[in-house]
């Protein structure tokens, strides 16, 4: 099957006079025009391709590569505003087009925009939109705990600023984890925080310090932060209890305990534990 709006590995079927004609294993052919054809090539042989609607809205494969594609989020420049909508510069010979219901905000030329493409089934064309919270969702996560993800700037809030993880979720880096300056579209590593009830993911940018040891001390010390430097739990403590808060036995909670306090990372008293 020949997927419009990404890149395809298809077999060089022919030679005619506008270009080439090219398969995919199921004998869905899609013409390269002359312009894109490679200098040397063989018959039967594989070529990379991306493949889209051309000016004429036919099914065309070229060799160039757009700046985004189909399910994928990037930085783009407006280059026009018409009665219809926005056309975007995506390194492509026909522009990407965000229709007015697709803007967050209305666009402006020469502006730079987040925007998410997709194929309108409608038309089979591709398209972008701005709105970028549609294109995410975290009823299913395909994240833990500490995992690092590739994250994508979105847009700020009053508590934070929001992202986009994996290209699939969303999530909140909190003002207090922000140590640098961050702008729309900026992409760079971060880690799972912490993921709540509601599957909200909180991100963190740095790699803490701690976070070499192992994975239970490591969930101790979010504990402590999030409950202001202090647990009302040590190694004398209720095994119930311990697995209220914690999630764990008390054999795993003395052993990661121990490895925080060798650490010099907390302070261990008879009324709880103390974030050094």
């Known amino acids: 099957m020949i997927h419009i709006g990404e890149f395809n590995t298809l077999e060089i079927l022919r030679e005619a006079e506008q270009g080439l004609y090219i398969a995919d294993n199921e004998g869905n052919e899609v013409l390269l025009p002359n312009r894109y054809v490679p200098e040397t090539f063989q018959i039967w042989e594989k ?9 004429e809205e036919r ?5 160039d590569r757009p700046y985004i594609i189909r399910g994928e989020f990037a930085m783009l420049r407006c280059n026009q505003v018409t009665n219809h909508g926005a056309f975007l510069d995506w390194g492509m010979v026909k522009e990407l087009f965000c229709p007015f219901k697709e803007q ?17 089934e409608k038309t089979g064309r591709l398209a972008a939109s701005s709105k970028t919270n549609h294109f995410l969702d975290n009823k299913e996560l395909t994240v833990t705990q500490f995992e690092e993800v590739d ?3 979105s847009h700020p809030s009053e508590i934070g600023m929001n992202v986009i993880v994996n290209n699939k979720h969303a999530g909140l880096i909190f003002q207090d984890d922000i140590y640098k300056e961050l702008s729309v579209g900026d992409r760079m590593k971060g880690v799972v925080k912490k993921i709540r009830p509601d599957n909200k993911l909180d991100i963190t940018l740095e790699q803490i310090g701690y976070r070499k040891i192992e994975p239970n001390a490591d969930a101790i010390m979010y504990e402590l932060e999030d409950n202001g430097g202090y647990l009302n739990l040590t190694d004398k403590s209720n095994p119930e209890d311990i697995k209220t808060v914690l999630q764990m036995s008390k054999k795993t909670f003395k052993k990661a305990i121990g490895t925080l306090y060798k650490q010099r ?6 009324d709880g534990i103390y974030l050094i």
């Open 151 to 153: 994250v994508i700037i």
């Open 104 to 120: 967050a905000f209305k666009m402006k030329a020469g502006g730079w925009y987040l925007v998410h493409c997709y194929l309108d």
């Open 265 to 270: 990372l907390i302070e261990i008293k008879e």
């Open 59 to 63: 099914l065309v494969a070229v060799t």
């Open 47 to 55: 070529i990379e391709v991306f493949v889209y609607l051309d000016n």
